[in-house]
């Protein structure tokens, strides 16, 4: 799998969109972006996945530039319940590697 | 749909002990099965595959005997900590995929092994 890299941690306001950057630059054509989260003590909750396109759905859309070097989740309204650890993975087999993740602390 | 159920959730053994945790698939067939240990403020790793009906593929550095992975349905894996130490101490999540899902994998709520 590509490497990817996220920063390690960012804030955002409830209520407003979260905008969370994932640097894959080494990512190759058949491997998809997935993005998980992991709230405290709990097991990574998948959000949403792509190839190429822009992808949305009822948690989150997934922003893939053209050529695919990076890409952007967007939670659209953070709650509370969104603060956890965001992970970009890149993946083109049948494992999933975790990175560190990014800390993602929305705040009243 | 597509739910995983790990259990327990909490356990605490004696060193020495083993400690079997269980991880199923409630609504669907899982062929593959993955088991991750998590470390405080540390990252999932991956410890194993395991393949119903067949032997489980450990990564790197995961010893297969102290780490023993059955896979003997398509619903249920279990992963049982032989010998159990006190840097065993670690949060197991176990992952589950049907061949031809697209959303990729479903995770368990994940195991915390306390070993005194």
């Known amino acids: 799998d590509a490497k990817t890299t996220q920063p390690p941690s960012m804030d955002c306001a409830e209520g407003r969109a979260a905008n969370l950057p994932c640097n894959h630059s080494?990512?190759?054509?058949?491997?998809?972006v997935y993005w998980y989260r992991q709230i405290h003590s709990q097991g990574p909750q998948y959000i949403i996945h792509?190839?190429?396109n822009n992808e949305t759905n009822e948690m989150a859309s997934l922003i893939i530039t053209e050529d695919r070097k990076s890409s952007t989740l967007i939670l659209p309204h953070a709650t509370l319940r969104d603060t956890a650890v965001y992970y970009c993975?890149?993946?083109?087999?049948?494992?999933?590697?975790f990175g560190a993740g990014t800390t993602v602390t929305v705040r009243a | 749909g597509a739910v995983v159920s790990q259990h327990p959730s909490r356990v605490i053994c004696k060193s020495g002990t083993s400690v079997k945790i269980e991880c199923r698939s409630l609504?669907?067939?899982?062929?593959?099965m993955f088991w991750y240990r998590q470390f405080p403020k540390q990252s999932l790793m991956l410890m194993a595959t395991?393949?119903?009906?067949?032997?489980?593929?450990?990564e790197q550095g995961v010893e297969k005997d102290k780490f023993l992975i059955n896979h003997a349905s398509l619903t249920l894996s279990t992963l049982t900590v032989t010998s159990a130490h006190p840097e065993d101490s670690s949060f197991y999540i176990c992952?589950?995929?049907?061949?031809?899902?697209?959303?990729?994998?479903?995770f368990g709520s994940g195991t915390r092994l306390t070993v005194v």
């Open positions: 792509g190839l190429k």
């Open positions: 992952s589950a995929s049907a061949s031809g899902r697209e959303k990729g994998y479903t």
């Open positions: 080494t990512i190759s054509g058949n491997e998809y």
């Open positions: 609504d669907f067939q899982a062929t593959t």
């Open positions: 993975i890149a993946r083109n087999d049948y494992k999933l590697s």
């Open positions: 395991s393949n119903e009906g067949s032997k489980a593929t450990y």
